[in-house]
């Protein structure tokens, strides 16, 4: 029985960029384009380089402001601002995902690769910023990102959470691998499931797996 596999977790951590809001928001392709305008500005290079470095410096580095920070010595406080300076229109409330999240037992908190202003804004566009706990940006990780290990270890450590009695819900598989290892139970949260020995469980919709956990 899936809820069994929770019955220890007292802390819920929860990735926001295509975790929190449905993929069909494609908030992350705004946030693209205003990365590739910021590499362009940055670094005095054409579009499809300032591309190629987006792309190659996400895959390298987990994301690419890890990858302008340490090839370039990019001031990551005006680059959080630009790139995350964008509509949340499409967004709305999700009265089925504030029920089940309401539910749970214990904390509940936000980890993103993004900055703390931007996740508040897409919570507050989704009516869930009253359900959270804390909500930890880049900035509480020592601007060390998601898929490394000292990004978690930095935001566990300022909220006091212990791994062992806590679960991680993302939609970027690779960023459950240090959370696996840590005692988490991980979940994966996509349209379609890609199997890996650090994923506990995959859902393609959170509200109706959380349901299941109460």
């Known amino acids: 029985m899936v809820r069994a596999a929770f019955s220890h977790v007292t802390d819920w951590v929860f990735d926001l960029d295509n975790t929190l809001y449905p993929p069909q928001a494609r908030l992350f392709d705004q946030i693209e384009r ?16 300032a591309d190629r470095l987006r792309r190659d410096y996400w895959q390298r580095y ?18 959080l ?39 508040m804004r897409v919570l507050e566009a989704r009516g869930l910023a009253h359900l959270f706990d804390a909500v930890y940006g880049v900035e509480h990780a020592q601007f060390h990102p998601k898929p490394e290990r000292a990004a978690y270890l930095a935001v566990f450590a300022r909220d006091g959470l212990d791994p062992a009695r806590a679960a991680m819900f993302e939609d ?28 506990h469980h995959h859902t393609d ?10």
């Open 34 to 49: 205003r990365m590739t305008r910021f590499v362009m500005e940055a670094l005095g290079v054409n579009r499809d380089e």
């Open 62 to 79: 987990g994301t690419t402001l890890a990858g302008l920070m340490r090839e370039h010595g990019v001031d990551p406080g005006p680059y």
């Open 81 to 119: 601002t630009h790139v995350h300076d964008i509509s949340l229109d499409h967004l709305e409330p999700d009265a089925a995902l504030t029920e089940a999240l309401a539910a749970l037992p214990g904390r509940r908190i936000v980890h993103t690769n993004g900055s703390a202003p931007y996740a």
């Open 172 to 199: 970027d598989p690779r960023n459950l691998a240090a959370p696996h290892r840590m005692g988490m139970r991980t979940v994966h949260v996509a349209p379609a499931p890609q199997p890996a020995d650090h994923i």
């Open 205 to 214: 919709d959170l509200a109706a797996f959380l349901v299941r956990l109460h």
